[in-house]
């Protein structure tokens, strides 16, 4: 195969595996929306656990019918990663509940700049002033579009940074731990995915009442909830699968730049099916300089230079394990910064 056609064959994968992101993520907030909203499960937690308990019998069915093959992931890493995950959980609910909408969507978008610093401090990635530039940008027009009140509190504040830090340091040990253990999306998945279920369903139900007075027991489920709930675990497992795809092809940066492109289409969608109220100039205008940030950045960090790791080489001793079904999709490519 000519470099030229590999190259275009990694560029249909990548568009895919963001292309899975995007209807997958955009999909689970629709219907999360219509049960927390028109059916009243607010136990997002609870819900959160229940997701991985269905992305849980995904991997052992796959490991099952031979697509994914034995894995080793050390125990420290996988407490680590199980750590970073269900704070980073939690603490997006709290600091939902506790802080203004408005500061709620800074805390998301300081994201980028948090998850830039681990790159550079523990990777080694540098730079270039076009791809920052970039970044401003796709920060500003997202700021500009979803930020409205703004008001802050003691306690807000440290859920808000307790929220952040550990969401990207869970979003930087999927790309780091795919890379230093071999690992595929679905092998890290079939490792994290069972701790992540068992300690978020045993956690969920008390953090849930601490944070809405409200029972999960106690909820009257019936026909019409109960399908949107198996609605929101079966995308649960797209949603989980596409962002270990996508963060392990790219990087974590990557992944949060271009997934303002969800907040993007979910605000899009919210106003033509849920009518027009809040669509004005500024939000419009926010649109389309977020757009174009992101057109900005996946060019300048394209380019030779744009975002480049100044030392750094993956061992040496042992090839990266690639599960049967990705070998025949070529989904989990060789992974790239």
């Not at 136990?43 to 849980?56: K, R, S």
């Not at 002033?129 to 500009?144: E, F, M």
């Amino acid at each position: 195969m000519t470099p030229s056609s590999k190259a275009d064959k990694k560029a249909a994968v990548d568009i895919a595996a963001w292309m899975f992101n995007i209807v997958t993520s955009v999909g689970i907030i629709i219907v999360n929306k219509a049960l927390m909203q028109t059916y009243g499960f607010t136990f997002a937690t609870t819900l959160t656990g229940l997701h991985f308990v269905t992305t849980t019998l995904m991997t052992v069915v796959l490991r099952w019918l031979g697509y994914i093959q034995p894995s080793h992931l050390p125990t420290s890493d996988l407490l680590k990663f199980v750590v970073f995950a269900n704070f980073s959980i939690v603490g997006m609910n709290v600091s939902l509940m506790w802080n203004s909408v408005g500061f709620y969507q800074i805390a998301k978008l300081s994201m980028i700049p948090v998850s830039c610093l681990l790159e550079v401090a523990f990777d080694k990635i540098r730079y270039s002033r076009d791809t920052k530039l970039s970044i401003l940008i796709v920060l500003l027009g997202v700021a500009v579009c979803t930020v409205t009140d703004v008001s802050v509190n003691t306690k807000g504040f440290i859920a808000a940074v307790v929220a952040v830090w550990s969401t990207a340091l869970q979003q930087y040990y999927v790309h780091h731990l795919q890379k230093k253990h071999q690992l595929s999306s679905f092998n890290l998945l079939g490792h994290t995915a069972p701790i992540q279920a068992g300690s978020l369903l045993l956690a969920g139900p008390f953090v849930d009442y601490w944070l809405t007075n409200k029972r999960v027991d106690a909820f009257k489920y019936d026909i019409a909830s109960l399908l949107f709930l198996f609605l929101s675990c079966t995308i649960a497992i797209g949603t989980n699968l596409s962002q270990f795809i996508c963060i392990g092809r790219f990087s974590a940066v990557t992944f949060q730049v271009l997934g303002h492109m969800k907040t993007i289409l979910v605000l899009t969608l919210g106003f033509i099916f849920f009518g027009r109220e809040g669509l004005n100039f500024h939000v419009v205008l926010g649109m389309i300089i977020a757009i174009l940030g992101m057109v900005w950045y996946g060019n300048a960090s394209s380019k030779p230079g744009g975002k480049e790791r100044r030392s750094y080489s993956l061992p040496k001793t042992s090839q990266p394990k690639k599960d049967s079904l990705l070998e025949a999709s070529g989904i989990d490519a060789k992974v790239v910064s």
